[in-house]
């Protein structure tokens, strides 16, 4: 299994406090491991501490540094894990013509884009707001004559934006609208900016707009 070492520095600073961001990333039942170097750091989803009223408000993760050998002690086959990349960006980004959303109206607009791609449920608008509320994630919401087509948003943990839920409405796909969401966001941001992403034409989007890998990740089923 291949390695990114590149940007230790930034990889260092993303993972050196066990933060709860992996909820934004894996679901219940399944685990996160960032492959940074030689080593392997495992987030596991400690489902047994979670009812679905709780996940906006309780994150809890056991937290296992080690290598590959650590991953097979703890039964995950490394050979069976989805791999994916995490990226960053130092780039400064120009305003767009989409929208913060500020009203449950237009977060719901932008959960209606995700859940339509497959990337939320039908709980996500209530967390969303939620979250937008305590000022914990900043949604985005693009619209051609009145319509909702694209749609973006970052979560923040601590000192860190963990960009989230990229998505454009189906009959609007192919012309750029989550992407004039997603500089939205990304032109209100001031901390630390980092994704996850798995599918190589949005990696390549990501690439074109400044985002840098950083390292390796996988996604595994709970174990």
């Given at each position: 299994?291949?390695?990114?070492?590149?940007?230790?520095?930034?990889?260092?600073?993303?993972?050196?406090?066990?933060?709860?961001?992996?909820?934004?990333?894996?679901?219940?039942?399944?685990?996160?491991?960032?492959?940074?170097?030689?080593?392997?750091?495992?987030?596991?989803?400690?489902?047994?501490?979670?009812?679905?009223?709780?996940?906006?408000?309780?994150?809890?993760?056991?937290?296992?540094?080690?290598?590959?050998?650590?991953?097979?002690n703890l039964g995950?086959?490394?050979?069976?894990?989805?791999?994916?990349?995490?990226?960053?960006?130092?780039?400064?980004?120009?305003?767009?013509?989409?929208?913060?959303?500020?009203?449950?109206n237009d977060i719901?607009?932008?959960?209606?884009?995700?859940?339509?791609?497959?990337?939320?449920?039908?709980?996500?608008?209530?967390?969303?707001?939620?979250?937008?509320?305590?000022?914990?994630?900043?949604?985005?919401?693009?619209?051609?004559?009145?319509?909702?087509?694209?749609?973006?948003?970052?979560?923040?943990?601590?000192?860190?934006?963990?960009?989230?839920?990229?998505?454009?409405?189906?009959?609007?796909?192919?012309?750029?609208?989550?992407?004039?969401?997603?500089?939205?966001?990304?032109?209100?941001?001031?901390?630390?900016?980092?994704?996850?992403?798995?599918?190589?034409?949005?990696?390549?989007?990501?690439?074109?707009?400044?985002?840098?890998?950083?390292?390796?990740?996988?996604?595994?089923?709970?174990?």
């Amino acid at each position: 299994m291949e390695l990114l070492q590149r940007n230790d520095e930034w990889c260092q600073r993303f993972v050196k406090s066990d933060v709860p961001f992996a909820d934004l990333v894996i679901k219940r039942g399944q685990s996160l491991a960032i492959f940074t170097g030689d080593k392997v750091i495992v987030y596991v989803y400690d489902k047994n501490d979670f009812s679905d009223e709780q996940v906006a408000k309780i994150k809890t993760y056991k937290h296992i540094c080690g290598d590959y050998q650590s991953l097979l002690n703890l039964g995950i086959d490394p050979a069976k894990i989805e791999l994916g990349e995490l990226m960053a960006t130092t780039q400064k980004y120009e305003d767009s013509q989409a929208i913060i959303c500020n009203t449950e109206n237009d977060i719901f607009a932008a959960s209606e884009i995700c859940q339509s791609a497959g990337i939320a449920d039908n709980k996500d608008a209530k967390v969303l707001q939620n979250l937008c509320k305590n000022k914990k994630a900043m949604v985005a919401l693009f619209r051609q004559n009145g319509e909702p087509c694209g749609t973006a948003r970052a979560n923040f943990v601590n000192n860190k934006a963990i960009i989230g839920g990229v998505a454009t409405a189906k009959e609007y796909r192919g012309k750029g609208f989550g992407k004039i969401a997603l500089q939205k966001v990304l032109s209100k941001i001031d901390k630390d900016i980092y994704l996850f992403v798995c599918n190589q034409i949005a990696k390549n989007m990501y690439k074109s707009m400044g985002f840098f890998t950083i390292c390796t990740w996988g996604k595994v089923d709970s174990w």
